[in-house]
C-alpha cells in the first residue's frame, strides 16, 4: 500500500495517522507540503515553493481561487516529481482549504482519495456575524465569502470521502455531501498527556507556579477575537479582584491566525489589553509566546482554572489536551465547545459574550477546587474514551479500509481514566 498526503503545513493533522502508517511494513509514506513542513521518520517528504505573484489585477471575488490555484500549480510539479520516482499512491489525503488537492484526481485517477474537510464558511450560524463588534459583511463580502469555498466544493466533489474532526465541522458542509463525510477526530496522546500533582511551571520573571495555586490559564495559536481573547482580558479585572492571590498566564502570538485584522500597527494584544490595562494588577498576569509542548503541558497542569473560548469554528486541539490533562474548562457555551463539554458534567459553560459569568464562574473555581475536581477528572474520562490517539488513529485506520491492524488499539486502559 502507498500512501500519500498532501498538506502545506505536514504534518499537522496527519500526524498521528502517517506515523501509524509509517511504522506499516506493508505501507509506503510520502508526503508533499510547503516549505513550513515537517519530517516524520519513514516519510519521505517532497516540499514545494510557492511562486510570487500579484493577484491585483484578478477580480476581488477570485482572489483566493486564483492563489489556490497557484498553490495547486507548485503541488502538481511536486506531483510530477514523485511519480517520476515511480512511486503512484493507492491512497491520497489532503487538506481541501488552500487548493492543494485540485490536481489529485486529474494527475492519479486510479487512487482512491480523501480529503480534510475542516470547514465551510457560511454567512449565517457559525464564526460570520457572530460577534456584535465584528463589521458586518456587504453584499460584495458576502459574495466573497461564498466563493471561498470554491476549492474545497470541488476537491470534495472529486473525493471519494471526507474526514472531518467534529461532528459540527461536518454540519457546516451543504447537506448534499455531509454523507461522504466521516467524523474522525485526530486523536490526542492521553498516555502522554497525564494530570500530574508535582508539576511546575516557570514563568518569565523567575517565579515558579504549583498545582495547589490559583492558577488560570488562557492558550491560543494567536490572541485574538475568534478566540474570545477580547471576553476573557474584560473579564481578568473582575476574576482579579474576586482572588487577590490568582495568577494568570496567557499564552499566544500577535499574528492574526483568523478572522479580522486589527487596525494597522497594533495587534489585538496590545488593544484588549489596553483596553482593562489600568484595573489590571499587572504582577499577576503573565504573557508568554508559544511555548515548547513540554513547558505547554506542565502549565496546563498547574491550572486550577482552564478558559477555552471560541466563535462557531473549528475546535482547537489545545481544549482536548487540557481535558487529558484533568483541567477543570471553563469554556464559551457555542456549539464547537458543546460536542465536548457538558455544562456541570465534565466543564462549565458560560455565555460567549457575558465577561462577568466568565468571571464570576472563573472565580467560583479558583475559590473551592475540591468542589469542582470532579469536573477535571470528567473531562480526562472524556478524552481518554473519545479522542485517545490510539483510538482514533484505530478508526480512521478502519474508515481508510486498511486491514486488521486497526482493531489492534484496545480500550483506554484503566490508568488512563485515573483521577486527577
Keep these: 500500500m502507498k500512501v500519500l498526503f498532501v498538506h502545506n503545513n505536514f504534518p499537522a493533522q496527519f500526524r498521528n495517522l502517517a506515523e501509524e502508517l509509517s511504522q506499516r511494513p506493508d505501507c509506503q509514506v510520502a508526503a508533499v507540503g510547503a516549505e513550513t513542513s515537517q519530517n516524520l521518520p519513514n516519510v519521505s517528504l517532497l516540499r514545494y515553493q510557492m511562486p510570487t505573484y500579484n493577484v491585483s489585477s484578478t477580480h476581488p471575488f477570485a482572489r483566493r481561487f486564483d492563489m489556490e490555484c497557484h498553490r495547486a500549480t507548485a503541488v502538481l510539479y511536486a506531483l510530477s516529481e514523485l ?24 494527475f ?10 475542516e470547514y465551510y464558511y457560511r454567512l449565517e450560524g457559525q464564526d460570520v ?17 461564498h466563493c471561498k469555498n470554491a476549492s474545497t466544493l470541488l476537491s470534495l466533489a472529486d473525493a471519494d470521502f471526507g474526514i472531518s474532526p ?16 466521516h467524523v474522525v477526530h485526530e486523536g490526542v496522546d492521553v498516555e502522554r498527556l497525564q494530570p500530574d500533582p508535582q508539576a511546575r511551571f516557570l514563568l518569565p520573571n523567575g517565579a515558579t507556579l504549583g498545582r495547589g495555586q490559583e ?9 485574538e477575537p475568534m478566540r474570545g481573547y477580547h471576553i476573557f482580558m474584560r473579564a481578568l479585572p473582575r476574576i482579579l479582584e474576586a482572588r487577590p492571590d490568582a495568577q494568570v498566564v496567557i499564552v499566544g502570538g ?26 489590571l494588577d499587572a504582577s499577576r498576569v503573565h504573557f508568554t509566546p508559544h511555548l515548547p509542548y513540554d513547558q505547554y503541558v506542565r502549565l496546563l497542569q498547574v491550572s486550577r482554572a482552564h478558559v477555552y473560548l471560541t466563535f462557531p469554528f473549528v475546535l482547537s486541539w489545545s481544549l482536548i489536551e487540557a481535558m487529558a490533562l484533568g483541567c477543570v474548562i471553563v469554556g464559551s457555551d457555542t456549539a464547537p465547545v458543546r460536542e465536548a463539554i457538558s ?31 470532579h469536573l477535571g477528572r470528567a473531562a480526562r474520562a472524556t478524552a481518554a474514551s473519545r479522542y485517545a490517539r490510539r483510538a482514533c488513529v484505530a478508526e480512521a485506520m478502519e474508515r481508510l479500509g486498511l486491514g486488521d491492524s486497526a482493531k489492534e488499539a484496545a480500550e483506554p486502559s484503566p490508568s488512563l481514566l485515573k483521577a486527577v
Design 83 to 106: 511519480r517520476a520516482s515511480g512511486f503512484e499512491p493507492d491512497l491520497i489525503l489532503g487538506h481541501c482549504g488552500w487548493g492543494e488537492t485540485l490536481p489529485l484526481r486529474a
Design 108 to 117: 492519479f485517477p486510479k487512487a482512491r482519495i480523501g480529503v480534510y474537510c
Design 129 to 145: 456575524h457572530f460577534d456584535p463588534e465584528s463589521p458586518r459583511l456587504g453584499i460584495d463580502g458576502v459574495v466573497a465569502l
Design 166 to 181: 467534529t461532528e459540527w465541522q461536518k454540519q457546516t458542509y451543504p447537506p448534499e455531501y455531509q454523507a461522504k463525510i
Design 215 to 223: 492558577v488560570v490559564t488562557f492558550v491560543a495559536r494567536n490572541l
Design 254 to 279: 500577535e499574528g492574526v491566525s483568523y478572522g479580522n485584522r486589527p487596525p494597522r500597527n497594533q495587534s489585538w494584544k496590545s488593544i484588549y489589553l489596553d483596553e482593562v490595562a489600568s484595573r
Design 343 to 373: 455544562h456541570d458534567v465534565n466543564g462549565l459553560l458560560t455565555p460567549f459574550h457575558d465577561p462577568v459569568a466568565l468571571a464570576d464562574t472563573v472565580a467560583r473555581v479558583l475559590a473551592d477546587p475540591d468542589a469542582f475536581a
